[in-house]
């Protein structure tokens, strides 16, 4: 079982920034592709970005594109997302997700292939 925290959202202005941090525990870090997902009232939950286990890979969302970023760091067993250039339509409830290690690129944006996900971090853009 791996266990994870987000932290980091609260209520910002358009063209802010904020940093989302995930903290895992359990397994070995390092064995999972990490993810973050959002999901707006109303409307189903969509991927943002996606790391490797090795954060030499990394995949985003094209509506993030330059916007966010996503890193990890394996010893302390934390994922990031950086957000900046906030727009009011990023406002929603922010997922981090663990996947088995496997192939990159796209398909790492594939909600089926994360087996673990926390509790979520609420991120509102006002305008």
């Known amino acids: 079982q791996v266990q994870l925290v987000e932290s980091g959202g609260e209520l910002v202005q358009a063209g802010g920034s904020l940093r989302l941090s995930c903290a895992a525990s359990g397994r070995p870090f390092s064995n999972y592709m990490m993810g973050w997902f959002r999901q707006a009232p109303g409307k189903e939950r969509e991927f943002v970005a996606a790391i490797s286990w090795s954060g030499s890979s990394t995949y985003s969302a094209d509506f993030v594109k330059g916007r966010f970023t996503i890193s990890r760091d394996n010893v302390k067993n934390t994922v990031y997302l950086q957000m900046n250039s906030l727009k009011p339509e990023d406002t929603g409830k922010y997922y981090c997700?663990?996947?088995?290690?496997?192939?990159?690129?796209?398909?790492?944006?594939?909600?089926?292939?994360?087996?673990?996900w926390g509790q979520g971090t609420q991120v509102t853009v006002s305008s």
């Open positions: 997700a663990a996947g088995a290690r496997g192939p990159t690129g796209q398909t790492m944006g594939t909600m089926g292939r994360y087996n673990y």
